[in-house]
């Protein structure tokens, strides 16, 4: 198993220019979470989908930010205009999810994108 | 609103020695709770989920209880060794949601 595969690792962009970062979720969840982390405030989560449908996206801090599921196997998360504050790592994780109480629920995370706008 | 709280922010010990890495929440509703580890610069490792049914699990050298109602988990590290050096968080996932709920980390550096 491949895991979960965030593109690209790094990013390094001026302020003002879009953003585009992508996650690939281990094949077989059907929930797929974006979180942020910073020194200042750890990690947070942004926006959460369940097959493909966002549920929660009162963590998304304003609406330079957006976030799609265009298929289960794809997910990315955009900023534009970026700005300075925006600079953070960016994980995706992924997830099994399960109401009967049984399973797991266990979030596996990417390998994160460094996002560093100047 | 859930909050979780990582004390010591930092911890230094001598390898070999035995630790305890500690975990509080403030609402007792959880689903469960997972451990994880971070490498500086690296993505996050889950270490051991914890159901709000269990009081503990273990895995290799690392052994996870739960006290859900004084909203305490411990996070026991036998016989450490300096590969064990990273950043250990704790997350809660309260009833009714999805999200996890992070606590701020113990950065732990195991000295040969």
């Known amino acids: 198993d491949a895991g979960v595969i965030q593109s690209p690792r790094h990013e390094v962009t001026e302020m003002g220019q879009e953003v585009t970062l992508r996650c690939k979720p281990i094949?077989?969840?059907?929930?797929l979470f974006w979180y942020r982390q910073t020194m200042m405030r750890g990690l947070e989560l942004l926006i959460y989908f369940n097959n493909n449908v966002p549920i929660d996206d009162s963590g998304m801090p304003e609406d330079r930010f957006s976030a799609k599921m265009p298929n289960a196997s794809f997910s990315t998360l955009k900023i534009q205009p970026s700005e300075p504050r925006d600079s953070a790592v960016y994980f995706c994780?992924?997830?099994?999810?399960?109401?009967?109480?049984?399973?797991?629920?266990?979030?596996?995370f990417g390998p994160g994108t460094r996002l560093t706008v100047t | 609103k859930q909050e979780v709280t990582q004390i010591p922010a930092a911890l230094s010990v001598p390898e070999g020695e035995n630790l305890v890495l500690n975990c509080s929440f403030t609402?007792?509703?959880?689903?469960?709770l997972q451990w994880f580890r971070q490498d500086p610069g690296k993505g996050l490792t889950s270490l051991l989920l914890i159901q709000s049914s269990q009081r503990e699990q273990t895995s290799g050298r690392l052994n996870a209880s739960l006290d859900k109602s004084s909203g305490r988990s411990t996070l026991y590290i036998a016989a450490s060794q300096p590969g064990d050096s990273a950043t250990y968080l704790c997350a809660v996932r309260s009833r009714g949601a999805q999200k996890l709920v992070f606590g701020q980390g113990t950065r732990l550096t195991i000295n040969p």
């Open positions: 994780a992924s997830s099994l999810y399960s109401t009967s109480g049984t399973a797991g629920n266990e979030q596996y």
């Open positions: 609402d007792s509703a959880i689903y469960n």
């Open positions: 094949s077989g969840h059907n929930s």
